[in-house]
C-alpha cells in the first residue's frame, strides 16, 4: 500500500507539473493547444496505472484527489490563475473531470490490461490528434445546426485511423484473439469511437468515449468471428437505413452518427428483438405522411434522436441491472418507442399537416400500434392482457400529447418541447412497468 501512495504523489506531482509548464508556454500555444498537452501528459501518465498500482481503489483514492483538485481549482480565483492552461478555452466544459472519472471507471472494471490500454489511449491520442487536425486542416464542418458542436470531416478521418491504430497494436500484443478478429474488431471500434467523438459536445467525449469503447471491445472479444461479421453487418444495413431517412427526412449529418450509434448499442446490450422497435421508429417517423417542405426545412438535430432513444435506453441498461426482470423491461423498452411514434405523428399532423385532433390522435394511435405494438406482439409473443394494457398505456399518452402541444410550439422544438416529451413517456413506461411487475408476481404471464 506504501508503494502505491507513492504512485499517487507522483502522478499528482506529475499533474501539477505539466499545468506550471503549461501555463509558462500558455502564451506560445493557443488555450485548446496547452489543454491538448495537458490532456496528452495526463493521458499518458494514466497508460501506467495498471503498472505502478498494485491496488485497484489506489486510483478510486487517486482519482478522489484529483478530482477534489480540479474542483477547488474552479471555485479559489489563485489556483484558478494557476489553472489558466487547462480552464482558459472559451467553452463551458467539465471535460478535465470526466477524463478523471472515466479512467477511474475503466480502471475499476478492466481485467486483462489491454482492456483497459485501448479506451484510454483512444482518448488520450487520437481525441487530441483529432482536436488538433481538425482545428488545423478542418475545411468540412459535419454540424447543420447552432446546437451541433463543429465537427471536422478532416478531424474525424483522423480520429478513426488513430483509434485503430490503438486498438490493432495492443490487441495484436497482448491477447490472444486472432488475427482476422484483431482486425475486424480495430475496424469496428475505430468506426464507433469517431461516431461518439463526433457526436458528444462540452467535454461529454472524455466520458462516453472511453466508457462505451470498454464495453464494444469487451463484447467482441468474447464472440465468435462469424457473429463479429454479423453485427458488422447489421451495422453496415444500418447505414445504409440511415441514409435513406437522412434523403427523406430532415435530421441532420451528426444526427445520422447519432442514430448508427444509439442502434449498435442497443444491439450489443440487448440483441436484434430490441432492434425493432427503434428502427420501426426511425423508419417510419417521417412518412405516412410524407415531410412537406415547411417541415424538412426544420432541421432535427442530435436531440431529437436522444428525446426518442433516452427512455428506451434506460430500459435495456436496467434489463442488464435486473436480468430477472429483463422480459417485462423489453416491453417496456418498446412501449417508449410506441408513445414516442404516436406523439411525433401526432405533433406532425397539427403542426404541419393541418388535420383535426380527432384525426391525429386516432392517427398517431393506430401508426404507433401497427409499426411497433404489433411487431413486438409478434416478436416477444406477450400475453394477451398484457398487450391490452400496452395499448391502454398509449392511448392514455395521446390526451396528454394534445395538451403539450397547446402549450408549446412544435414548429420550434428546443428544450422545453423535449423535457416535456422525456417526462412524458418517462411516467408512462415506469408505470406500465410498475404493473407488469406487480402482475407478474400475481399471475403467471411470463412462464
Same mark, same amino acid.
Given at each position: 500500500?506504501?508503494?502505491?501512495?507513492?504512485?499517487?504523489?507522483?502522478?499528482?506531482?506529475?499533474?501539477?507539473?505539466?499545468?506550471?509548464?503549461?501555463?509558462?508556454?500558455?502564451?506560445?500555444?493557443?488555450? $485548446?493547444?496547452?489543454?491538448?498537452?495537458?490532456?496528452?501528459?495526463?493521458?499518458?501518465?494514466?497508460?501506467?496505472?495498471?503498472?505502478?498500482?498494485?491496488?485497484?481503489?489506489? #486510483?478510486?483514492?487517486?482519482?478522489?484527489? #484529483?478530482?477534489?483538485?480540479?474542483?477547488?481549482?474552479?471555485?479559489? $480565483?489563485?489556483?484558478?490563475?494557476?489553472?489558466? #492552461?487547462?480552464?482558459?478555452?472559451?467553452?463551458?466544459?467539465?471535460?478535465?473531470?470526466?477524463?478523471?472519472?472515466?479512467?477511474?471507471?475503466?480502471?475499476?472494471?478492466?481485467?486483462?490490461?489491454?482492456?483497459?490500454?485501448?479506451?484510454?489511449?483512444?482518448?488520450?491520442?487520437?481525441?487530441?490528434?483529432?482536436?488538433?487536425?481538425?482545428?488545423t486542416y478542418g475545411r468540412y464542418n459535419m454540424a447543420q445546426h447552432e446546437e451541433e458542436a463543429a465537427k471536422s470531416r478532416e478531424g474525424s478521418v483522423m480520429f478513426f485511423i488513430v483509434a485503430f491504430i490503438c486498438t490493432l497494436i495492443p490487441l495484436q500484443l497482448m491477447s490472444g484473439v486472432g488475427r482476422t478478429e484483431v482486425l475486424v474488431i480495430s475496424f469496428l471500434i475505430g468506426i464507433l469511437?469517431?461516431?461518439?467523438?463526433?457526436?458528444?459536445?462540452?467535454?461529454?467525449?472524455?466520458?462516453?468515449?472511453?466508457?462505451?469503447?470498454?464495453?464494444?471491445?469487451?463484447?467482441?472479444?468474447?464472440?465468435?468471428?462469424?457473429?463479429?461479421?454479423?453485427?458488422?453487418?447489421?451495422?453496415?444495413?444500418?447505414?445504409?437505413?440511415?441514409?435513406?431517412?437522412?434523403?427523406?427526412?430532415?435530421?441532420?449529418?451528426?444526427?445520422?452518427?447519432?442514430?448508427?450509434?444509439?442502434?449498435?448499442?442497443?444491439?450489443?446490450?440487448?440483441?436484434?428483438?430490441?432492434?425493432?422497435?427503434?428502427?420501426?421508429?426511425?423508419?417510419?417517423?417521417?412518412?405516412?405522411?410524407?415531410?412537406?417542405?415547411?417541415?424538412?426545412?426544420?432541421?432535427?438535430?442530435?436531440?431529437?434522436?436522444?428525446?426518442?432513444?433516452?427512455?428506451?435506453?434506460?430500459?435495456?441498461?436496467?434489463?442488464?441491472?435486473?436480468?430477472?426482470?429483463?422480459?417485462?423491461?423489453?416491453?417496456?423498452?418498446?412501449?417508449?418507442?410506441?408513445?414516442?411514434?404516436?406523439?411525433?405523428?401526432?405533433?406532425?399532423?397539427?403542426?404541419?399537416?393541418?388535420?383535426?385532433?380527432?384525426v391525429a390522435v386516432v392517427y398517431g394511435f393506430v401508426k404507433a400500434i401497427g409499426f411497433i405494438a404489433l411487431p413486438t406482439f409478434a416478436i416477444i409473443g406477450m400475453h394477451g392482457l398484457i398487450f391490452a394494457i400496452y395499448l391502454v398505456f398509449v392511448a392514455i399518452a395521446m390526451p396528454f400529447a394534445v395538451s403539450l402541444n397547446k402549450k408549446y410550439n412544435y414548429k420550434k422544438v428546443g428544450d422545453?418541447?423535449?423535457?416535456?416529451?422525456?417526462?412524458?413517456?418517462?411516467?408512462?413506461? #415506469?408505470?406500465?412497468?410498475?404493473?407488469?411487475?406487480?402482475?407478474?408476481?400475481?399471475?403467471?404471464?411470463?412462464?
Amino acid at each position: 500500500m506504501i508503494h502505491d501512495l507513492f504512485a499517487a504523489i507522483g502522478v499528482l506531482v506529475i499533474l501539477g507539473a505539466v499545468m506550471v509548464i503549461a501555463k509558462l508556454c500558455y502564451k506560445r500555444l493557443t488555450p $485548446e493547444g496547452a489543454r491538448k498537452t495537458i490532456h496528452i501528459v495526463m493521458g499518458c501518465t494514466a497508460l501506467a496505472l495498471p503498472y505502478i498500482f498494485e491496488y485497484k481503489q489506489s #486510483a478510486v483514492y487517486l482519482g478522489i484527489a #484529483a478530482i477534489a483538485l480540479l474542483v477547488l481549482m474552479r471555485r479559489n $480565483e489563485v489556483l484558478r490563475k494557476a489553472g489558466i #492552461a487547462l480552464l482558459g478555452v472559451e467553452r463551458k466544459t467539465l471535460g478535465d473531470i470526466y477524463f478523471v472519472i472515466a479512467i477511474v471507471i475503466v480502471f475499476v472494471l478492466h481485467q486483462s490490461t489491454f482492456e483497459y490500454i485501448i479506451p484510454i489511449a483512444i482518448l488520450t491520442f487520437a481525441d487530441s490528434i483529432a482536436a488538433l487536425v481538425g482545428i488545423t486542416y478542418g475545411r468540412y464542418n459535419m454540424a447543420q445546426h447552432e446546437e451541433e458542436a463543429a465537427k471536422s470531416r478532416e478531424g474525424s478521418v483522423m480520429f478513426f485511423i488513430v483509434a485503430f491504430i490503438c486498438t490493432l497494436i495492443p490487441l495484436q500484443l497482448m491477447s490472444g484473439v486472432g488475427r482476422t478478429e484483431v482486425l475486424v474488431i480495430s475496424f469496428l471500434i475505430g468506426i464507433l469511437a469517431a461516431m461518439i467523438e463526433a457526436v458528444t459536445r462540452k467535454g461529454n467525449d472524455n466520458l462516453m468515449l472511453p466508457l462505451l469503447t470498454f464495453s464494444i471491445l469487451q463484447y467482441n472479444i468474447e464472440q465468435p468471428l462469424d457473429l463479429i461479421f454479423t453485427n458488422f453487418g447489421i451495422m453496415l444495413l444500418l447505414l445504409v437505413i440511415v441514409f435513406v431517412v437522412y434523403k427523406i427526412t430532415n435530421i441532420t449529418r451528426l444526427s445520422m452518427t447519432y442514430s448508427m450509434l444509439v442502434g449498435y448499442i442497443i444491439m450489443i446490450l440487448g440483441d436484434i428483438t430490441w432492434v425493432a422497435p427503434p428502427l420501426m421508429l426511425f423508419l417510419t417517423f417521417g412518412i405516412l405522411p410524407m415531410m412537406k417542405n415547411e417541415e424538412k426545412n426544420m432541421m432535427q438535430t442530435y436531440k431529437v434522436i436522444e428525446c426518442n432513444s433516452i427512455i428506451g435506453i434506460i430500459c435495456l441498461v436496467l434489463s442488464g441491472f435486473f436480468p430477472e426482470y429483463r422480459e417485462i423491461l423489453n416491453i417496456s423498452f418498446s412501449l417508449s418507442f410506441a408513445i414516442n411514434l404516436a406523439i411525433n405523428t401526432y405533433s406532425r399532423l397539427i403542426n404541419f399537416q393541418n388535420r383535426q385532433v380527432s384525426v391525429a390522435v386516432v392517427y398517431g394511435f393506430v401508426k404507433a400500434i401497427g409499426f411497433i405494438a404489433l411487431p413486438t406482439f409478434a416478436i416477444i409473443g406477450m400475453h394477451g392482457l398484457i398487450f391490452a394494457i400496452y395499448l391502454v398505456f398509449v392511448a392514455i399518452a395521446m390526451p396528454f400529447a394534445v395538451s403539450l402541444n397547446k402549450k408549446y410550439n412544435y414548429k420550434k422544438v428546443g428544450d422545453e418541447t423535449f423535457k416535456a416529451n422525456k417526462i412524458l413517456v418517462g411516467v408512462c413506461v #415506469a408505470l406500465f412497468t410498475v404493473i407488469l411487475v406487480i402482475l407478474g408476481g400475481v399471475y403467471d404471464l411470463f412462464g
